[in-house]
């Protein structure tokens, strides 16, 4: 069975500080990994990663994949208090030609205090 | 705003009731899935259509009924519901079956 595990959590720390949230997974026919915010409802799409070692970054933002190790990390420098939210990291695995299916970690809820 | 809708925001029922949530995407995808997030646990998919076509019936129960008329246009048909059917529904949307999937605001159910 298809496993992804996000640690921490949640996670507490004030604004202006730097958060490392984590996935780690097991699964078989691995696409493509993917990050998502979800602060009230709709998860918002962050980053898709598919190699291994090459950083996305999107302003304060970056994630980096490891295949080899089966984790990635989510990185949010001078962290502010609307990233406050739960991050969902989602795997992406083939289950037949043309199929392809997302398993979600529970999420990590971060909270940044003014 | 993702380009994904989804009505109505919130829905209270009984569980002899039937009611229909509704999602409509405007981004020109061709694939439309409907996921079930209950508190402390991973989303769960529950439909797939691509270009219309159920591809994937993830054993959800008979009582949650999935319709696609279009490739613009998803509904979540219920009937006959239990409280451990409360949740938040979430539909999403991706230009094909894989890649990054863009979700709506969801419906948040209470079953009583």
């Known amino acids: 069975e298809d496993k992804v595990v996000q640690s921490p959590l949640s996670l507490v720390v004030h604004e202006g500080d730097t958060v490392t949230l984590n996935c780690s997974y097991e699964v078989t026919n691995f696409r493509s990994l993917l990050w998502y915010k979800q602060e009230k409802k709709a998860p918002t799409f962050l980053f898709m990663l598919?190699?291994?070692?090459i950083e996305k970054k999107s302003g304060r933002l970056s994630s980096i994949l490891d295949k080899k190790e089966l984790f990635s990390i989510l990185n949010i420098t001078a962290t502010q208090t609307g990233d406050s939210a739960v991050y969902l990291c989602a795997v992406e695995v083939r289950v037949g030609f043309g199929n392809e299916k997302l398993t979600f970690g529970t999420g990590t809820r971060l909270t940044i205090i003014p | 705003e993702t380009g994904v809708t989804q009505t109505p925001r919130h829905l209270v029922m009984g569980m002899t009731n039937k009611k229909s949530l509704k999602c409509e995407q405007h981004l020109g995808h061709n694939a439309m899935y409907w996921y079930k997030q209950s508190a402390k646990k991973p989303l769960e998919l529950m439909f797939v259509y691509n270009f219309k076509e159920q591809t994937e019936n993830n054993s959800v129960p008979s009582r949650f009924s999935p319709e696609c008329p279009n490739s613009s246009h998803l509904f979540l048909h219920l009937h006959t519901l239990q409280p451990e059917d409360s949740a938040l529904y979430l539909c999403?949307?991706?230009?094909?079956?894989?890649?990054?999937?863009?979700f709506g605001p969801g419906t948040r159910l209470l079953v009583l």
């Open positions: 999403a949307s991706s230009q094909d079956r894989g890649g990054a999937q863009y």
């Open positions: 598919t190699s291994s070692g």
